[in-house]
């Protein structure tokens, strides 16, 4: 049975020391956030996940949900039971407005949350991880009459919210979407169509399931222009607030799938469902995508939340497990043989997952951080620069993200040999789990996309260019040092590789945009890998201070300023062969027809 400690020593060094979010204490919320705060959340909130979710994931996806033959869906054995606790002990509203009963702390403490609450139990954290994506777009968007009837329970997770996009015949391509919205002719529409792959669609852990629905309004344009957005309860909410009537939306069907067995994944049919529209007519995409921005980033984090756990497994695994000797000689020369820890490719996979695992989660945190300042800094300047910052940053972390979590996991399993491949070491759990990031939430092809073709030239590349600067100011500052210098001189040949891809872009994707879209997935992760890297070199800069100035947790820093100088041996390299990549342009990729393609003669 595979376990889960929250690795609540990484996270303190990460909000407290490289994020320092005490220092943020003169913006609101964040006055709450003291140390003895922020530490107290991170060791409650780890020591949550570890005890209540972490067990009841293996079951869980062994179980899976059942669809009874009334429509409702049952969770696994113990899932509601911890859902209860969830909510009674309110880890749901650490970072939700306190105008909707929410505890106003900063979105830092939420994300180290949702980290924890992924890697113990994916299946479970999309439940309340998809409530919460919900209400940031009831927030944006919605009444006010809207907001006072459904976010105070959102907020508490007595009620859970889901997002309905995806229709059978379109996922990424949402213009072609049928579902129809006809007005009521008192304020209300009637929704009717299919929406497909719903996650958390139904299920029997709360009183009330909130449905964001997009469809379309009667001759609306047949396009992304034509799609509002609708708020869909499950029950109907009565008078005094509370659910009443049953409305028209019923789970045709839950989907047998790869992992996530614990989260229902449902089709679910609207029957002409009594919806309300939230924000404007034919605006409904724009609202949404407050939604999706949001799980983006939650999205990201279970990228790094399997890494985290398959590599916590993996470290045991490969200190228990003895096969060969050391090449240097054997280094338990009274057993039969080593631990498989002692073999340079072991702890090549080993040093891989550590090395992405910390700079990954750094890089969510300060996105959550960014997150805050979008909403509360100071000054209108600082929060559109935190703003075109985390806009630039989203693609990255959610397509690098879970494409370095999934390689990790998978990397996490091959450490246990055969026995990985064994359902009941639960590695291949923790790799099935992984591989839906890479694809919901817009898949990473469409990730690249959006930082290439949009976010890139957006404002005239103010944002890279903002990105380029302060990367640059770090190693600038660095440069020279004994211990800094080399690794910010790696850093500046990697950001080198980045800057020369752009410039790439700029003189080849206008002339022919297939040069774009073919190398758009290797600037994705070239950007992650310079990212990391800059991260790391943060990192390593706490790290020496906290040195020089004596610490007594000396291991911890020494671990970090050597995993550092791992990241930039073998990490950076690979930004020049994927600029290589992207600059061999379109030619070859899209050379051949369709019939090529056929394998019968
Ligand atoms: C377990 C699970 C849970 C989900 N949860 C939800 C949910 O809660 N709500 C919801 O609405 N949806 C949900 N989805 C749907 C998910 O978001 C879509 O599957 C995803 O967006 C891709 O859409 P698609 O499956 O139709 O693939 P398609 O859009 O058909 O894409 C197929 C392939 O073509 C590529 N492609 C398509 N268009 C382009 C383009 N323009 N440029 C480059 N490449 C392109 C894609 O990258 C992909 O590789 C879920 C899916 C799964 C499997």
Redesign the pocket.
């Known amino acids: 049975m595979p376990s889960y400690t929250a690795p609540t020593r990484d996270t303190r060094f990460i909000v407290n020391e490289l994020l320092d979010l005490a220092s943020y204490g003169n913006l609101p919320g964040f006055e709450m956030a003291s140390t003895d705060v922020t530490d107290a959340v991170i060791n409650e909130g780890g020591k949550f996940c570890s005890e209540v979710l972490a067990p009841l994931n293996l079951p869980g996806d062994q179980e899976g949900c059942t669809r009874n033959e009334d429509g409702s869906v049952t969770t696994p054995k113990g899932f509601k039971d911890a859902f209860d606790k969830f909510r009674e002990a309110g880890w749901g509203t650490l970072a939700q407005p306190e105008e909707f009963g929410g505890q106003g702390l900063p979105h830092v403490l939420g994300f180290v949350m949702e980290e924890f609450i992924s890697s113990a139990n994916q299946a479970f954290g999309m439940y309340p991880g998809?409530t919460n994506g919900a209400i940031s777009a009831l927030i944006a968007k919605g009444s006010q009459e809207q907001k006072e009837m459904y976010l105070p329970k959102m907020v508490s997770n007595e009620w859970t919210g889901?997002?309905?996009?995806?229709e059978p015949h379109?996922?990424?391509?949402l213009g072609m979407i049928r579902t129809k919205a006809v007005p009521n002719g008192d304020g209300s529409y009637a929704i009717t169509g299919t929406?497909i792959?719903?996650?958390a669609g139904e299920h029997d852990m709360s009183d009330n399931i909130i449905h964001l629905v997009l469809a379309k309004t009667p001759g609306a344009p047949d396009s992304t222009k034509g799609i509002s957005l609708f708020v869909v309860p499950k029950f109907l909410v009565d008078e005094d607030g509370n659910p009443g009537e049953r409305n028209g939306v019923m789970c045709g069907s839950i989907e047998h799938?790869m992992g996530?067995h614990a989260n229902s994944?449902c089709v679910l049919n609207y029957d002409g469902a009594t919806g309300w529209m939230v924000g404007e007519e034919n605006k409904g995409l724009a609202a949404m995508f407050i939604m999706m921005n949001a799980a983006r980033l939650g999205v990201g984090m279970q990228g790094l939340s399997q890494a985290e756990v398959a590599y916590q497994n993996a470290v045991a695994y490969a200190l228990d497990r003895r096969q060969g000797r050391a090449l240097t000689g054997p280094a338990d020369p009274e057993a039969q043989a080593d631990p498989i820890f002692v073999h340079p490719d072991v702890r090549r996979m080993l040093m891989d997952a550590k090395a992405f695992t910390e700079g990954m989660r750094a890089l969510c945190l300060w996105g959550a951080l960014l997150v805050d300042l979008t909403h509360k800094a100071q000054t209108e300047e600082e929060r559109a620069e935190a703003d075109a910052m985390i806009g630039l940053l989203t693609p990255v972390i959610k397509g690098y993200g879970t494409d370095k979590g999934y390689e990790v996991a998978t990397n996490m399993q091959q450490v246990f040999g055969g026995h990985g491949y064994i359902e009941e070491w639960g590695m291949s759990q923790f790799v099935r789990d992984a591989r839906?990031a890479q694809?919901?939430?817009?898949?990473n092809?469409?990730q690249a996309?959006d930082l290439c073709g949009r976010k890139l030239a957006s404002k005239g590349g103010a944002a890279i260019q903002a990105f380029f600067k302060a990367v640059g100011e770090d190693i600038a500052a660095a440069k020279g040092g004994e211990e800094l210098g080399p690794l910010a001189e790696a850093l500046e040949k990697a950001l080198g590789q980045q800057q020369a891809a752009t410039m790439w872009f700029m003189n080849n994707a206008m002339q022919n945009p297939n040069n774009l879209?073919a190398g758009a997935h290797h600037y994705m992760h070239i950007m992650g890998i310079v990212t990391l890297g800059w991260m790391w070199l943060r990192m390593a800069k706490v790290a020496q201070a906290a040195l020089a100035g004596g610490t007594e947790d000396k291991a911890f820093y020494e671990a970090k300023l050597a995993t550092a100088r791992y990241y930039m041996d073998r990490f950076l390299p690979d930004a020049g062969a994927l600029r290589r990549k992207l600059e061999a342009g379109s030619e070859s990729m899209m050379a051949l027809g369709e019939e090529a393609f056929a394998t019968a003669a």
């Open positions: 998809l889901t997002m309905n996009l995806t379109c996922g990424t391509d929406k792959f719903i996650s799938k996530i994944t839906i694809i919901y939430e817009g898949t092809g469409v996309m879209g």
